[in-house]
């Protein structure tokens, strides 16, 4: 009844208040109000977290004449040089409402409000934005935007290292060569650099197939998933047969990540109902190259592993994708920080450079599942990764890149008070009086039916906190959809400073193939302003010296 009454009294609150005045930014009524979910402390405008913040106009002038003297103080950018390492770092689904949302929440996990934590990647020095949409699609799937900024080239939807003139699902049209498009990977491979993946989800899912495979259909992960879609396993590769087998997949020192199944025989547990078993293959492959290789399949085997000895590593750490951080407890499975670290210390002895692709693929699948909670964790597991490369490696020479492959139906919204939870209460409805949720979703499984007497579900007593919760999403669906804004990326290192502005996706890739000086198109190697320039002006400054000295002669 108090609860009621309450509400009742907000809601003649409004009716009072909005009489007057600006009908769009009414008087907010927020959660904190009713100081329950700030972790228990009551917010006010003046008291964030209990302390006597004042960020008044003196600490904001500071706040922003310091940060403009740290970008004036810098004088080594942008890099003009080639990049002898490239590390491509793809957020899943990795949206700018996911990125601010997980960097509050990482703060308040600190004790913060969290509004101004900032991220590892956003320290980057150069940003721009990235258009995501596909040939045939105007909201990404993770298949044609990895053929984007993997290949250079945009393609249709659920198809992988194909461009448009591929019919989905049509075999013959995917073995013909000339509707092949390469990716960074074999650019790199091509130059004599080496390459690896790392992943959290299987390998032979949609984003890490971009580096190697060429499928009109992305879930055809093994010869089984072939023969289920009505296809031929015997004229289309499927994608772990590509991976071991051919061209640049087979190249690969490091592949990491999930998805054994797709390599092991189906009379063992897997998926391979040719029977061959694809790990073996790898490993006979390596013996017979002679070099030093390792297979592993738990954190323990990986951990163990003698980074300075070996050359090829392949592990695959789970049957299909790898846990989500938040679940994953005493698992023996390795984080992606953990992975990545491999990959590094292996990768790095290479004289030539490397190139690198990491992805923190479940970012993305934790919001199909509506688990906001999973998704930001997932993201901060992935910024760890990030911070490992950036310690590790030599701005000077390694370009790093942290992007997404497109956004989510996940938004930030309403009125809520600096420092209120993430996962509080935003604001409360005008018209039912009832609260929303600072984080929803516009579709997917956290719909909740409207009651009987049509009125919306009250999530006031919501275990909103918990790592299972679903926010509420406005149409019902069992897997949250992707969403079709900008995504942003972030870049340091050399030729970092070509992503400043509105691009399309797959200009990313045309800008590791600049920087790497490999691939099709412009390479700073032989068109680099430096080498250039440099030598027309000595050229110049040659036969004004030949003047000079004729001149002298002359008069002498
Ligand atoms: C695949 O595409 C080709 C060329 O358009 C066509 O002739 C063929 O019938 C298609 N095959 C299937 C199985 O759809
Ligand atoms: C993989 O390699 C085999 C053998 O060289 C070749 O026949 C096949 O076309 C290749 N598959 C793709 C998708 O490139
Ligand atoms: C890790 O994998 C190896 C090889 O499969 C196995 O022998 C070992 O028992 C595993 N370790 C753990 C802790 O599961
Ligand atoms: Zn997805």
Redesign the pocket.
């Known amino acids: 009844m108090y609860v009621s009454g309450l509400k009742a009294a907000f809601g003649i609150l409004f009716l009072v208040l909005t009489a007057e005045g600006d009908s769009y930014h009414k008087p907010r009524v927020r959660q904190a109000e009713q100081n329950e979910y700030n972790h228990g402390r009551l917010l006010s405008r003046r008291s964030i977290n209990g302390k006597n913040v004042v960020e008044d106009a003196e600490f904001w002038r500071k706040q922003g004449q310091d940060t403009l003297a740290e970008q004036l103080s810098i004088t080594n950018r942008p890099i003009e040089r080639a990049a002898k390492n490239i590390i491509l770092f793809l957020g899943d689904g990795m949206s700018n409402p996911t990125i601010v949302a997980s960097r509050i929440y990482k703060g308040q996990l600190e004790g913060k409000p969290g509004e101004e934590t900032e991220l590892e990647f956003e320290k980057f020095p150069f940003t721009a934005l990235s258009k995501t949409y596909c040939v045939d699609s105007q909201v990404a799937d993770s298949a044609c935007s990895a053929t984007a900024f993997l290949c250079g080239v945009k393609t249709d939807i659920d198809t992988i290292g194909i461009d448009a003139n591929v019919i989905e699902n049509n075999c013959s049209t995917q073995n013909q060569p000339e509707n092949h498009v390469d990716s960074i990977m074999k650019w790199a491979q091509d130059v004599g650099k080496a390459t690896g993946i790392v992943t959290t989800t299987r390998i032979t899912h949609a984003t890490p197939a971009g580096a190697y495979a060429h499928v009109a259909n992305r879930n055809w992960e093994s010869d089984r998933d072939v023969l289920w879609n009505g296809a031929d396993p015997t004229v289309c590769d499927d994608i772990a047969e590509q991976l071991i087998k051919n061209n640049t997949g087979k190249n690969f020192k490091v592949i990491l990540g999930g998805g054994r199944r797709a390599f092991i025989p189906a009379s063992e547990g897997g998926s391979r109902n040719d029977e061959v078993d694809l790990t073996s293959l790898w490993e006979e492959m390596r013996e017979a190259e002679g070099v030093r290789y390792t297979y592993?399949?738990?954190r323990?085997?990986l951990l163990n592993v003698n980074t300075q000895s070996t050359d090829y590593l392949l592990g695959l750490f789970s049957r299909s994708h790898l846990e989500y951080s938040i679940d994953k407890g005493e698992m023996?499975e390795p984080s992606l920080e953990e992975m990545t670290q491999a990959a590094i210390d292996i990768l790095s002895r290479e004289p030539n450079g490397f190139v690198l692709l990491v992805e923190g693929g479940r970012i993305d699948q934790a919001h199909h599942d509506g688990r906001a909670k999973a998704a930001f964790e997932e993201l901060l597991e992935f910024e760890k990764a990030v911070i490992y490369a950036s310690t590790k490696t030599n701005e000077q020479d390694t370009l790093i890149i942290v992007t997404a492959d497109h956004s989510h139906t996940m938004t930030i919204n309403g009125y809520p008070e600096r420092g209120n939870s993430i996962f509080g209460i935003a604001s409360y409805s005008d018209i039912d009086l009832l609260p929303w949720p600072t984080i929803s979703y516009a579709n997917g499984p956290g719909y909740r039916r409207p009651l009987e007497n049509g009125s919306r579900v009250d999530i006031t007593n919501d275990d909103r906190e918990n790592k299972n919760y679903k926010p509420i999403a406005t149409a019902p669906d069992t897997s949250e959809s992707h969403g079709g804004e900008d995504v942003t990326i972030y870049a340091r290192g050399p030729q970092a400073h070509l992503f400043q502005g509105v691009y399309e996706q797959n200009y990313i890739a045309h800008v590791i193939g600049y920087a790497g000086c490999m691939g099709p198109g412009l390479h700073f190697c032989d068109a680099g302003t430096n080498n250039g320039t440099s030598l027309i002006f000595s050229a110049h400054y040659n036969i004004i010296l030949y003047i000079i000295v004729f001149v002298v002669k002359l008069y002498s």
């Open positions: 592993v399949r738990n323990t085997e023996d």
